[in-house]
């Protein structure tokens, strides 16, 4: 018997680096987690440097080359793809910028580029939609909001480059930096001119917004700025049925994995509750991913909380969040006719806080999967696999062909 469908699990910067407060184990390795451990050892196991080795991936480039989107020629910023994910359709020539809430203190320092992982700033877009004017540059744009602190924000107009600067300084305590263009075109001086216009309205706005007010009141920390980057046009993506005459679906809570799947034609599945967080309804992502099964060749499900606490430091926690997703995976064993991959797209290690170029644990299960002797999942017990160490553009085609949908090279 040969499997027809192909169940793509990627949670999000689960991998890690030893942590002391855990015995020197990762939290995928402390973490009791059964049902992993269980599809590890009727499956093939490996490690996977997602790009290449030494390569830290970005989440979003890291996704393109799992789905076997090669990112260094069709990536050309992460901005469109969260836009896309965000319900702004990208059309030629407008630009596209992903973006946080964060707080900067009355010195005007940012003290937090999160907002204190603000949930829900749907009112703060919308005031901002609504208030910022940038007509003296023959500008329109679209304005959204991401998941928890994230946004996403287009410019449409005339004579726009996508060759600029960020505002966001990347650390705390510092101030803002001013966006500049970062070639020498004068579509992208005046795309420079429109980001700072853009802030400076946009802040003005924030600093008096009545969520703000009663955020300071009870003593959280507002969101009083927009930083910006990732400035990009969207590339050009061969369609995902097209390219492996598949029907596919995505689940995710994080608007940039939404765009990625939006861009390559697959059918965004919503789920209700679903945050990117440590709250998110995860259970109620495997469900439906169950569901599309039934009709589609091909689902991908991102889950993101443990890699928020791998950018907090959390070990413990990132240890707890691991463990609740596993609690919800026990479905997936009932699963036939179905390739199971589960897999990190980039590890996200407490000690640093960032992405890191460590190769991440994958898995395979399901029918035809030379079954090799893991027993658990984890990045020291998979590197010892059969899968031996690949790299993420490989991953789907293996899958393709345990579903016997791989062409042949050659005669």
Do not use: W
């Amino acid at each position: 018997m040969t499997a027809h469908k192909i169940l793509f699990l990627v949670i999000d910067g689960l991998s890690d680096r030893p942590c002391p407060e855990l015995g020197n184990r990762t939290p995928l390795e402390a973490a009791h987690h059964p049902t992993l451990n269980r599809l590890a050892a009727e499956g093939v196991c490996g490690i996977m440097d997602t790009i290449a080795t030494g390569i830290r991936p970005g989440s979003d480039t890291a996704h393109l080359a799992l789905l076997g989107y090669d990112p260094h020629t069709c990536y050309t910023g992460r901005g469109p793809l969260e836009c896309e994910g965000s319900g702004i359709h990208m059309g030629p020539g407008m630009i596209g910028f992903r973006c946080n809430y964060a707080t900067v203190s009355p010195e005007g320092l940012v003290t937090d580029r999160r907002a204190g992982r603000i949930h829900d700033t749907t009112t703060l877009s919308q005031a901002i939609q609504d208030g910022v004017d940038l007509s003296k540059f023959g500008v329109e744009f679209v304005f959204r909001s991401g998941a928890g602190h994230r946004a996403a924000l287009a410019f449409k107009g005339e004579g726009l480059g996508h060759c600029v600067s960020s505002n966001d300084p990347k650390k705390d305590r510092v101030a803002p930096l001013t966006i500049i263009p970062v070639r020498a075109l004068e579509k992208d001086k005046k795309t420079a001119e429109v980001c700072n216009e853009f802030v400076r309205q946009s802040e003005k706005i924030l600093s008096d917004h009545p969520l703000n007010r009663a955020r300071l009141a009870q003593g959280l920390r507002p969101a009083n700025i927009v930083l910006m980057r990732g400035a990009g046009e969207m590339g050009h993506f061969e369609p995902f049925r097209k390219k492996y005459g598949l029907s596919g679906s995505v689940i995710a809570a994080a608007s940039l994995i939404t765009g990625i799947g939006s861009a390559v034609g697959l059918a965004r599945v919503p789920v209700e509750g679903i945050t990117g967080s440590q709250d998110s309804n995860i259970k109620g992502k495997i469900t439906a991913a169950i569901h599309e099964l039934e009709t589609r060749d091909f689902v991908l499900v991102n889950i993101k909380g443990a890699d928020e606490s791998g950018h907090d430091g959390l070990a413990l926690q990132k240890k707890t969040f691991i463990e609740k997703v596993d609690a919800v995976l026990p479905p997936l064993l009932d699963q036939k006719d179905c390739i199971i991959v589960i897999c990190a797209d980039h590890s996200t290690p407490c000690c640093i806080k960032d992405h890191s170029a460590d190769p991440v644990p994958v898995l395979i299960h399901g029918e035809g999967v030379r079954v090799d002797d893991v027993t658990e999942f984890g990045e020291r017990s998979c590197a010892k696999g059969g899968l031996c160490r690949i790299t993420g553009a490989g991953l789907l085609p293996t899958a393709i062909d345990l579903i016997n949908q791989a062409h042949k090279y050659g005669a």
